[in-house]
């Protein structure tokens, strides 16, 4: 059934859709009452400069410099947060930031001492004061090391290669696009760039063009060594083993050829014979080690991908991957029309938590929230964290409003519940939750969100620790 939102006198002003649009495109819009609100809004470091002083910190922020608490950073001045390198020339980075609206990579530090790599952006609040701007940072410490492993990666991959006592060359669509040391020397090449882009074909005598032209992909399959007589650049023909292989997952055309000069062994059998066993053994081991190197490269840049999309804490999907899935359940519906949920679930008394048992235990109580709220919901539901203690679920094609109530009802129970969070004595938490249905409330992830954050807002202005629908 549906139940009436709690609202205030002031929600219920029709929206300017013009005038926010405007003040979208302005950026945001910052006063000294709204200040702290907003800045704990963001998942990562951000704060206020008034007079070239910090005057306000964001939670975040503050359990990245590892303070007790977000007041500890007032005073603090922009040379403060940066290491060394960066102090000296602190004001001149702010000025560049503010001038070209770029983001500025540094490194910071830490009340323990430690270095972090972080990307700044800066933005004016002379809303506040005629000097006064907003510092974001985003803590890109672990995103750099993935990417050093992935540089590391590819940088063993290409020794493993060029150091390989077989020519090895890489084909895509029939076109060379790899050639090893050991490759330009067998062919007498100078550098690569005589042989990239050429048809394989032509690295091989007139009687083995055709079926390296147009059987890569059988030859692959075979298990075992084939004899060919393969060309020099000087047109010098030469006898050698070749083994063929697929790596699929670079993409369907992609293949690896391996050859080795055979031509000197051809005077003795026995010796060709014992080449033969030695080379498929080699062949065999060394293709099980490029695709290992390939492997481990997918694996770093799947998790580059993941951290982009999900929250470092609680490991629930970030507010752009909320958006992306918002939108996309938006579109799908526009084929096959059904109603959506979207539950704005801001956290009652978490603040208290912090302050007095510290913000370990907050990251855990976080945690402990990521994990009910999921075991609330469905495998096709979605639960995500905004930043701080606000989460968001998402209710897939639900069919009746009161499935939704009996869903919202059950969050808010489960957020009832004592929080053990290491502590002497359990935590105790709440939770206000908004709800807003697609399409009746919003036809857009912006409008959808709104209206579930004002609903929920309704229910801490009615007490706390309930549920309102929008509408």
């Given amino acids: 059934m549906n139940q009436p939102a709690l609202i205030s006198d002031t929600d219920k002003r029709p929206l300017n859709t013009a005038s926010n649009n405007e003040r979208r495109s302005r950026g945001v819009r910052f006063s000294e009452v709204s200040i702290p609100n907003i800045l704990n809004f963001y998942p990562d470091l951000a704060c206020l400069f008034r007079d070239g002083k910090i005057t306000h910190m964001n939670r975040s922020g503050a359990a990245l410099l590892g303070l007790k608490d977000d007041n500890d950073a007032s005073g603090y001045r922009m040379a403060d947060l940066l290491v060394q390198e960066f102090s000296d020339v602190a004001d001149e980075i702010v000025a560049q930031m503010l001038d070209n609206g770029e983001p500025f990579s540094a490194r910071i530090r830490t009340e323990t001492g430690q270095s972090l790599s972080v990307k700044m952006t800066a933005q004016w609040a002379r809303e506040i004061d005629d000097d006064a701007f907003v510092l ?18 590819e940088e063993k991959f290409r020794h493993l290669v060029d150091n390989a006592l077989d020519l090895v060359c890489a084909v895509e669509a029939g076109r060379i696009t790899f050639v090893n040391r050991t490759g330009l020397d067998m062919l007498h090449a100078s550098s690569a760039a005589e042989l990239i882009g050429r048809n394989v074909a032509e ?15 059988e030859l692959s399959v075979e298990d075992g060594l084939m004899p060919a007589k393969l060309l020099r650049l000087d047109l010098v023909p030469f006898d050698a083993h070749v083994t063929v292989s697929r790596l699929a997952h670079l993409g369907p055309d992609f293949f690896v050829i391996q050859a080795r000069d055979i031509s000197e062994h051809r005077r003795a059998v026995m010796a060709l014979h014992s080449a033969n066993l030695d080379l498929e053994v080699r062949v065999r081991s060394r293709t099980r080690d490029l695709e290992d190197e390939v492997e481990r490269r997918r694996t770093a840049e799947e998790k580059l991908r993941d951290m982009a999309n999900h929250d470092n804490l609680t490991g629930l999907p970030n507010r752009g991957h909320l958006l992306d899935v918002l939108q996309m359940e938006i579109e799908a519906a526009e084929e096959k029309p059904r109603m959506m949920a979207v539950m704005y679930v801001d956290l009652d008394g978490f603040k208290a938590v912090n302050d007095t048992l510290g913000h370990n235990a ?25 930043g701080g203690d606000e989460f968001v679920v998402v209710l897939r094609n639900v069919k009746t409003i009161s499935i939704v109530e009996s869903r919202a009802r059950e969050i808010v129970e489960m957020m009832g519940e004592p929080f053990d969070v290491g502590g002497a004595r359990p935590a105790e938490i709440g939770a206000s939750v908004g709800v807003a249905l697609f399409p009746n409330d919003g036809a857009t992830p912006d409008t959808l969100l709104k209206a579930a954050d004002g609903a929920m807002y309704g229910v801490k202005a009615g007490g706390k620790n309930a549920v309102a629908f929008a509408s």
């Fill in 203 to 217: 690295l091989f005598s007139a009687d083995y063009r055709q079926i390296f032209t147009d059987a890569l992909a």
């Fill in 136 to 153: 974001c940072a985003q803590d890109i410490t672990q995103r750099l090391e993935l990417l050093d492993d992935i540089k590391r990666s």
């Fill in 362 to 386: 907050g990251d855990m109580a976080l945690k402990i929230v990521a994990q009910r709220l999921k075991g609330c919901i469905r495998k096709s539901d979605v639960a995500a964290r905004l």
